[in-house]
Every structure is written in C-alpha cells, then in structure tokens.
C-alpha cells in the first residue's frame, strides 16, 4: 500500500501549523514541520554572525549542521531549539534564509527522504509545488493579513514578547513579499490543491473541513 502524503502549504499566519498537527495526531500520521528546519539553519547563522550572500560560508554551515525532528520537538546540533526558533528575530530573518538554493535543497533533501517511508503531514511554502508534487492530498491555506496578524501578535504576546499588531503585520507583509518573490520554489498555491480560507474560522472548524476533503 503507497504512504499517504498531505501537502500543506499558504503564507505566515495561516494556521497551517497547528491544523497539521492536529490532523497527524488523528490520522496518526508523521508531522514534518518545514518551516522549524529552516528556522533552526536560520538561527544557527544568526548565531556565528554569517553573510548569506557568501555561498561557501552556508555551505560550510550546512555540511555541518544536523536538524533532527522528534514529535513537536527541534533540535539543532543536539540542542532543544523549539522556542527559540519562534523569536521575532528569527521570524524576521527565516524568509532571508530560506530563499537561498543551497538552503533549499538541503532542507527538501531530507524532507523527501522522510517522506519516502512514513505516512506524513507536511507544512510549507512549496510542499505542493516543489517538496512533494505527487502527494496524495494538497491543501491551500489562506487568511486575510489582518487575521494572520492578529494570530501571530497574540502568539507572540503570549509568549512575553513585547510587539504592537502593526509591527507584526509589517513583518508579515514582508515575509509574504520574499516568499512570493523568491526565485527558486516560490510560495503559490499547486493548481489541483484545494484553497481553504481560514479568515473567521476557528481551528476544529479547518481540521473538520480538511478531513472531510479527504473521505
């Protein structure tokens, strides 16, 4: 029997995260967050204070990196960087990180190896275009900017972190720019994936929506 495979894609603050993992839970399915492996590689370069215009010096940084992946946990070189990785800086820095090529291949390199053997969920900007194009099902989630703003402010806020909404839509509407703008895998919505707008919805509502698209 072939492994089931749900792509996820849409831009910052759509929910994608937390509907996939709560589908991956019901359908007992590997959840395979793709925006924290990018971030983990985004904030290992913040750290050693590297040029991203230097190819040598990401390559360096990814020959020697490890990201491994276990339940909704992170860890960069062995260290736990779950929160971490959550910062307004690095939420700031990631879209920089993640339209580099050499980051990108890296990063879909080992999602397509997990992907391989498991039954996964996988969230993104180019799961359904680029990561896995043949997945079983592909989903489009969407929200206005001012809804997606207003999530992530109270996530932010939530977690201590002392920000206005404006701000936080800024950066959003920034992130969105990069990620659509980038030449290589852009984020866009795969022609047969199903477009979910999650503006007004609450999560059970979106989770309910989806598994009734896959009976």
């Known amino acids: 029997m072939d492994n089931i495979s749900i792509a996820l894609d849409g831009p910052a603050g759509a929910g994608k995260s937390t509907i996939a993992k709560i589908i991956a839970k019901r359908k007992n399915l590997t959840y395979i967050d793709t925006g924290a492996m990018y971030r983990a590689i985004a904030l290992k370069i913040l750290r050693e204070g590297i040029d991203i ?19 909704n946990d992170i860890f960069l070189d062995g260290q736990l960087v779950t929160e971490e990785i959550r910062t307004p800086k690095v939420n700031n820095f990631v879209s920089h990180v993640a339209r580099i090529p050499l980051v990108r291949m890296k990063m879909v390199e080992l999602q397509r190896s997990i992907a ?15 990561v896995i194009p043949n997945a079983t099902y592909k989903f489009y989630l969407t929200a206005s900017i001012e809804e997606r703003a207003k999530r992530r402010f109270i996530e932010l806020r939530d977690k201590g ?49 989806i598994l009734n698209y896959m009976k």
């Open 53 to 71: 215009d230097k190819e040598e010096s990401i390559q360096k940084v990814l020959s020697a990196s490890s990201i491994d992946l276990e339940g």
């Open 116 to 130: 391989a053997n498991k039954n996964v969920i996988m969230d993104g900007r180019d799961i359904g275009t680029y």
């Open 161 to 209: 972190f002392d920000t206005t909404i404006e701000i936080v839509k800024e950066e959003i509407k920034n992130r969105d720019k990069i990620d659509i703008e980038r030449e290589f895998a852009p984020l866009r919505k795969a022609e047969d994936a199903i477009e979910i707008d999650t503006t007004g919805k609450s999560i059970e509502d979106v989770v309910e929506e």
